[in-house]
Nanobody, 125 residues
Framework: QVQLVESGGGLVQAGGSLRLSCATS????????MAWFRQVLGKEREFVAA?????????LSNSMKGRVTISRDNARNSVVYLQMSSLKPEDTAVYYC?????????????????WGQGTQVTVSS
């Protein structure tokens, strides 16, 4: 059973930074492709970033490119990080961690098998 638990969200002023973490558990989780998505209430879930199982490949959304990095630490249980900087009020959303057993990076939420409960990020102007 794969479990994902996000943390690190909160309230930050525009221009500030946050680092989100996704603690994972489950067999073979180190071999999973991991991603971050975000969702504003009433809107569709939006892809933010993804990382391959080894960390060797990443993909970032155009909306956050240059302001976000994704990384993972596969020692012991895999932890996935989303470092965000120069945050804007429009970055306010619930941020979700997701995992897929395929080795292919995807920006499509339906291709991810497991999801965390989400962590709220609020950016004030």
């Amino acid at each position: 059973q794969v479990q994902l638990v996000e943390s690190g969200g909160g309230l930050v002023q525009a221009g500030g930074s946050l680092r989100l973490s996704c603690a994972t558990s489950g067999r073979f989780i180190r071999t999973y492709t991991m991603a971050w998505f975000r969702q504003v209430l009433g809107k569709e879930r939006e892809f933010v970033a993804a990382i391959s199982w080894s960390g060797g490949r990443t993909l970032l959304s155009n909306s956050m490119k240059g302001r976000v990095t994704i990384s993972r630490d596969n020692a012991r249980n895999s932890v996935v990080y989303l470092q965000m900087s120069s945050l804007k009020p429009e970055d306010t959303a619930v941020y979700y961690c997701a995992a897929r057993s395929s080795g292919l990076i995807s920006t499509q939420e339906q291709e991810y098998d497991y999801w965390g409960q989400g962590t709220q990020v609020t950016v004030s102007s």
